[in-house]
């Protein structure tokens, strides 16, 4: 029998690094009998955690999806990393969810991850529930770390199952909304007794929070009325789809203690996937709404990818609109381009299970979709719309690649670009300047992780280096100076002579200017080309270091010719001559490029980064504030200083701050740093050599 939307429920697992995740979702997984074992993260033996590289590291690396089916409800759940460097997985599950189940320590309390979690679910308008974990710790406090959860989120957090601890007994789970209580063994739940003074203050927060949601329940609150379990349930349902309540539940997953009445709060509060808003654009470029409707015309999000060279490729996909069927004949929103797919599937961490349609809401998978990427939009060809996909974020770690052995040269662009396709947040790209193929991540753990894979899936073994600068040369001074070729070997000969005067160039946007001064015909017209060729051919390498110069005026005002052994290539080798022997006298120097950087931090570590700028030979151009708590500083700083500055922000800020950069301009290196990079320069054309 086919789901309804309105039985489906999309949760996304997030929040910090090691809050329980991937436990819970093993937890809730084995609870409803989806899986025949409870997986564990320290034996690399889950559902959720099924990578190679994952069950090596003992930690989610990307977005894993399974699901399972309790009291009526399909519920798929998506297990996000918690690793900053891996946060394409957060990014790619945030689309396919209407709800971000947040994990948060029962020892450990709020974390970063805890602040990003909640931050990216409100920014893409996701309810929000809380589930306390690891109660089971020593010097876990549920109530310091509510209070604290209210301090940091305010007061729609909000507690519906409250665990009794005593010293010596058993754990008592408290559900407030049924006034039942339970003790947990080997995950079976046992009646039990508690205290109503123990759970008041919780039942009266949850009283009140309910009240604020209806005027009729509000009278009966300050009436000092009981509320019935319907209008609690109805209560709560409406207010975490409204963003007025996060529910909070809690449990020991590795005992599974507490877990049933984790189920039943997915089941009756967190919203189907019909209460949602999806945004699409149609071919005008209008912002239309899709209703979640099982008998709409089919539109499914792309949310995300698997590049495999074996099994070929896997698209993730949520259906927004319709019933995607095996076989259907579809358009590529964005492009147009027609689709035809082939089976469906239902997903189990890395297994995948056939089934003939996917319904509105529901979360599937379609293999060997070639030409479709994530973030498109698969939809019938009549409704041709585009939803807007996630904006993933920005790499910020460069690291030069290369290959480890002889052969594998032509491998490499082949093997990243089916990286690319799997991860947004990777950027590749050739820096013509260098010569060098640049991998660009979201930092070192995820670099290591692209490297690792790129060797096990496509065989090739790549080692990071720091990429080189593209620095560039120019002068200061004017100089002048004669350029002879004269070649004799019998027969015609070779001769030319130019007298030429290098200068700075002053003018913005231009980096070459070529002049023709000369006068009587001491160089004839027809030579005049070969003349600025020549110079256009040296300007390639420096002076100093063989970089690039730029900022040159060069003027030619005299020469000489022979009416019979002048040639163009006798005026192309002596304007070299002439620009070598007058550079070198012209106080030449090296240019480093400078970049523009916005950072944007919490206000308590602005005093640091400006210290950290100056340290870097920058300049700070300015603070703005932005949102509450955070600068955006504005920064001028030398990429040849930026190489570490993505793991200095991390640190310093515990994860909270960001930062982007673009190239502005080349400005004159110190003196006192030109002798390295020459030294550099040297040594890179002895290695090349």
Not at 606 to 627: A, E, N, S, Y
Request: hydrophobic share 40%; aromatic share 6%; net charge negative.
């Amino acid at each position: 029998m086919a789901l309804a939307p309105d039985k489906i429920r999309n949760i996304m697992l997030a929040g910090h690094s090691s809050s329980g995740k991937t436990t819970l979702a093993e937890a809730l997984l084995f609870t409803t009998k989806s899986t025949d074992r409870l997986g564990s993260v320290v034996d690399g033996n889950t559902v959720m955690d099924y990578d190679p590289e994952e069950i090596k590291r003992k930690t989610s690396i990307g977005a894993a999806v399974s699901y399972y089916d309790y009291a009526g409800c399909r519920v798929n759940v998506i297990d996000t990393p918690g690793l900053f460097d891996f946060a394409l997985g957060t990014y790619e599950g945030i689309m396919a969810a209407e709800t971000v189940l947040i994990t948060v320590s029962g020892h450990d309390g709020i974390a970063v991850g805890t602040e990003k979690a909640w931050k990216l679910a409100k920014e893409y308008g996701k309810s929000c529930m809380f589930y306390i974990s690891k109660l089971d710790a020593e010097h876990c406090d549920f109530d310091e770390v509510i209070k604290s959860l209210k301090e940091e989120f305010g007061a729609s957090v909000c507690p519906i199952v409250v665990p009794i601890k005593a010293e010596g007994k058993d754990t008592v789970y408290v559900d407030l909304i049924n006034q039942k209580a339970f003790t947990y063994k080997d995950g079976k739940a046992s009646p039990a007794e508690y205290s109503e003074d123990d759970v008041m203050e919780h039942e009266m927060n949850l009283k009140e929070q309910v009240a604020e949601t209806d005027d009729e329940l509000m009278e009966k609150f300050f009436a000092d009325e009981p509320f019935t379990k319907d209008e609690l349930v109805k209560g709560i349902k409406n207010a975490v789809v409204a963003g007025l309540i996060a529910p909070v539940v809690c449990g020991d997953s590795g005992d599974r203690a507490g877990l049933d009445l984790v189920l039943n709060a997915i089941n009756d509060f967190v919203p189907a996937p019909t209460t949602a808003k999806v945004v699409a654009v149609n071919k005008a470029g209008e912002e239309v709404e899709l209703k979640i409707d099982a008998n709409g015309p089919v539109a499914a999000y792309v949310f995300k990818t698997i590049a495999d060279p074996f099994v070929g490729k896997l698209s993730y996909i949520k259906v927004i609109s319709g019933t995607l069927t095996a076989d259907a004949s579809l358009v590529i929103g964005t492009t147009g381009d027609s689709v035809k797919l082939g089976k469906l599937t239902s997903i189990k961490g890395k297994r995948q299970v056939d089934v003939q349609s996917l319904c509105a809401g529901d979360i599937g998978a379609v293999s060997k979709l070639t030409d479709v990427k994530t973030g498109d939009t698969l939809c019938a060809p009549e409704l041709a719309v585009a939803i807007k996909p996630v904006v993933f974020p920005k790499a910020t770690l460069k690291m030069a690649i290369y290959t480890k052995n002889k052969g594998d040269e032509g491998k490499i662009a082949q093997a990243i670009q089916k990286m690319l396709e799997e991860d947004r947040t990777l950027q590749y790209y050739v820096n013509t300047e260098t010569s060098q193929q640049i991998l660009a991540g979201l930092g070192d753990q995820h670099l290591d992780v692209v490297s690792s894979k790129i060797k096990s899936k496509f065989g090739v073994d790549i080692g990071l280096e720091v990429p080189r600068i593209a620095y560039r040369e120019s002068i200061r001074g004017t100089a002048e100076a004669e350029g002879k070729h004269k070649k004799q070997s019998g027969g015609a000969g070779q001769f030319g002579v130019v007298n030429m005067r290098f200068e700075p160039l002053h003018e913005e946007g231009k980096d070459f200017e070529f002049v023709n001064a000369v006068v009587g015909g001491a160089v004839p017209k027809e030579f005049i080309p070969a003349v600025e060729k020549g110079l256009r051919e040296a300007l390639v390498h420096g002076v100093l270091a063989g970089y690039p110069m730029v900022g040159i005026k060069a003027t030619l005002f005299d020469g000489k010719y022979h009416p019979v052994d002048s040639k163009e290539v006798a005026f192309k080798s002596a304007a070299r001559l002439a620009y070598k022997a007058a550079c070198a006298q012209a106080k030449p120097c090296i240019l480093e490029p400078i970049d523009s950087v916005k950072i944007l931090i919490p206000n308590d570590n602005t005093g640091d980064i400006m210290g950290d700028v100056t340290k870097r030979r920058g300049r700070v151009l300015g603070m703005t504030p932005v949102g509450v708590g955070l600068q955006e500083v504005e920064a001028e700083i030398p990429e040849a200083e930026m190489q570490d500055f993505s793991t200095y922000i991390r640190s310093s800020t515990q994860g909270r701050g960001s930062y982007e950069q673009e190239f502005l301009r080349y400005e004159q290196l110190p003196g006192n740093l030109e002798q390295k990079v020459i030294d550099e320069a040297e040594k890179i054309e002895e290695d090349e050599d």
